[in-house]
């Protein structure tokens, strides 16, 4: 029972990192609320575990630890709130550039205009660009 | 007595509450704003002097006993950030109502301040690991708001980094929580720190080092820093300096709550926090000098100074840790000022790029002076209070032998000086050469409006105070270090001996 549960954290881990390094946000999106499941799980497992949580009256012992539940269900109801706004956010980010992909951060951008890949780049290109002119015509 | 342990806490929710109730009135939104952290800050004081007098104190809501409970906890650590964090959110959100721009044009802007200002009151109070991430998703949910508020396109791509990365340190904290729920079967963090005490030492320390990356998250340490230079620039003026003072502090008060309260002398990773703190200072700086931007070199500034509070926690000793409180403290109020004159650079100037300013020190003299202190303050020139703080911290670490962190401290302390005399030299004396390229504003007799200017104006003294008291404030800094490293009577106060 309990490897079942580390193996279902342990893939919500791994496809989760794999979709949060995409560049499509929605992707993002989607591979962080599998990450925040995984961590659910992951709690789930950390209370005395099998067993009915707390009805009626009775020893302690035959009960679930009801705590891990509590703090679960509290985690849940906060990503659900962050994943709301992260989803309004990502519409946001999708009607300003009318794309999904993730844009580079302004250093990126400042290297790139300084110029020290990109003018390589440049060069090659119109290197190559009259030699394209010439094989069309 | 638990009323101060609670009303920091409370006040400002209902305060954020009846702020949307009265929506309509910009002027009453604004009172109970200021009234509320007026409040919030008397409370701190009056929290920080009976801490100082009869020790920690602890009250458990609801009543319910400690392990079981939830526990509020204040100790002198405790109470001297939140008296801090309480001067400068009051501070800056009078600078916020005199600028023109978000609190003016955004209904919600006065609440989710509020909720911000709850979230850290929470953060610093609370005794429970749990409620710390609650606490962390209260400040962290508000700072989201309050970074994209206005939605520029420029604010949703930052906004965007740094809500990812946010979300995904929570879950790392979420996990690390369950792990520690697993082997230990509590959450409380005076709890822990006797039942962490009996796990083999390799569980230890996986524990000491996954708190330390999820906290190193939130306080931008390296090599977790790459989202903070990109994201802050890009919020309001008012927003970022509240970030920057305050933010990455909330995450090196964890680190150093968790280091010193949970886990034992010999699981204590100090070597490696010391290698990390090196790297931040380091790094930070360099990446400082090589901006052209007031915003993104204090961005930069606030990764390069985090090392410094965790070069002081890695030493675990007295003089070491006393070090940290103390320079935290003094950072808190300079880099708040800091970006405050920077939003006063770019109200003046209409731009914060430092090729398209220059003059600032004829047609705007006071914000030359606002500026000027609290610059060499962070460089850490004497009498300044970054003097005081970084000759603690070199001392500790002299006194540790650890000379390979000193010695990157004393160049990291230079070149924060360049990066600043960088900003003198082409924001104030050299001439202005190009058009700015937003607005700029008429700076008047005092360099801007007289609600912009007061705060900052008020802030520099706050800091001028804290060299000026240097010792009896690093006397109590060391006490709260000693109470840090033997947490024998704040375990004893939350379970109730």
Redesign the interface.
């Known amino acids: 029972m309990s490897i079942l549960l580390a193996a279902a954290a342990a893939a919500l881990f791994g496809v989760g990192t794999y979709l ?1 390094l995409q560049r499509k ?1 929605s992707r ?1 999106i989607i591979g ?1 609320g599998l ?2 499941h ?3 799980v ?2 789930l ?3 005395h575990r099998g067993r009915a949580p707390l009805i009626g009256r009775g020893d302690p012992e035959d009960f679930a630890d009801p ?2 539940q509590a ?1 679960a269900l ?2 849940i109801v ?2 659900f ?3 709301a ?2 989803l309004a ?2 519409y ?2 999708y009607l ?2 009318q794309d999904d992909e ?2 580079d ?3 990126d951008r400042l290297v790139a205009r300084g110029g020290f890949a990109d003018r390589e780049v440049a060069e090659e290109e119109e290197a190559a660009e009259p030699a394209a002119r010439e094989t069309t015509q | 007595m638990s009323a101060l342990l609670v009303l920091p806490i409370v006040l400002p929710l209902v305060g954020a509450a009846a702020s949307i109730l009265v929506g309509r009135s910009r002027r009453a939104q604004r009172t109970i704003g200021v009234g509320v952290l007026a409040a919030v800050t008397a409370n701190a004081i009056a929290l920080l002097v009976i801490v100082d007098r009869d020790g920690p104190t602890a009250t458990q809501a609801g009543g319910w006993p400690a392990p079981l409970g939830i526990t509020l906890v204040a100790d002198r650590f405790s109470a001297m950030m939140l008296t801090t964090a309480s001067v400068m959110l009051l501070a800056v959100l009078v600078y916020a109502i005199g600028q023109p721009g978000p609190e003016r044009h955004h209904v919600g802007f006065q609440s989710v301040y509020l909720i911000l200002t709850a979230g850290v009151s929470t953060a610093f109070l609370t005794g429970d690991l749990f409620n710390l991430f609650v606490a962390f998703e209260m400040l962290l949910t508000a700072s989201y708001v309050l970074m994209t508020i206005g939605g520029r396109e420029e604010q949703v791509r930052a906004g965007m980094t740094y809500v990812v990365i946010s979300l995904i340190a929570s879950s790392l904290f979420i996990t690390a929580l369950a792990l520690v729920y697993a082997a230990t079967g509590t959450v409380n963090m005076a709890d822990l720190a006797g039942r962490i005490a009996d796990l083999p030492s390799g569980v230890r320390s996986a524990f000491a080092v996954l708190l330390l990356v999820v906290f190193g998250i939130k306080a931008a340490l390296f090599p977790l820093f790459f989202w903070l230079p990109d994201s802050y620039p890009t919020a309001p003026t008012a927003v970022t300096a509240v970030f920057a003072g305050l933010l990455t502090k909330v995450g090196v008060y964890a680190i150093i709550r968790s280091q010193t309260l949970l886990f034992p002398d010999d699981t204590r990773p100090d070597e490696l926090i010391l290698w990390v703190a090196a790297a931040t200072m380091l790094i930070g700086i360099l990446g400082a000098i090589a901006q052209d931007d007031v915003k993104r070199i204090l961005s930069f500034n606030i990764v390069g100074h985090i090392g410094y509070m965790v070069m002081g926690l890695g030493l675990f000793t007295v003089a070491g840790v006393a070090g940290a409180v103390y320079y935290t403290v003094h950072h808190i109020v300079a880099m708040t000022t800091m970006f405050l004159v920077g939003g006063l650079i770019e109200h003046v100037a209409g731009s914060s790029r430092l090729g398209r300013l220059g003059g600032l020190i004829t047609t705007a003299p006071v914000l030359a002076v606002l500026f000027l202190l609290p610059a060499l303050s962070l460089a850490g020139i004497p009498p300044l209070s970054g003097f005081v703080g970084k000759y603690a911290l070199v001392g500790a670490g002299l006194a540790a032998d650890r000379y390979t962190v000193v010695s990157v401290s004393l160049l990291v302390s230079l070149l924060t000086l360049f990066s600043m005399v960088k900003i003198w030299s082409g924001a104030f004396w050299s001439p202005a050469l190009e058009a700015p390229e937003g607005r700029a504003h008429e700076p008047g007799r005092i360099g801007g409006p007289a609600l912009m200017v007061a705060p900052t104006a008020a802030l520099v003294a706050v800091s001028l105070a804290i060299a000026f008291a240097a010792g009896p404030l690093y006397d109590l800094s060391e006490r709260a270090a000693g109470d840090l490293l033997d947490p024998v009577a704040y375990v004893t106060e939350v379970l109730g001996g």
Do not use: K, Y
């Open positions: 949060v946000l993002i962080l990450i925040s995984g961590a659910n992951l709690f497992m950390s209370g705590l891990p703090l509290t985690a906060i990503t709130g962050v994943t706004f992260l956010l990502a946001r980010s300003l550039t993730v844009q951060d302004i250093e």
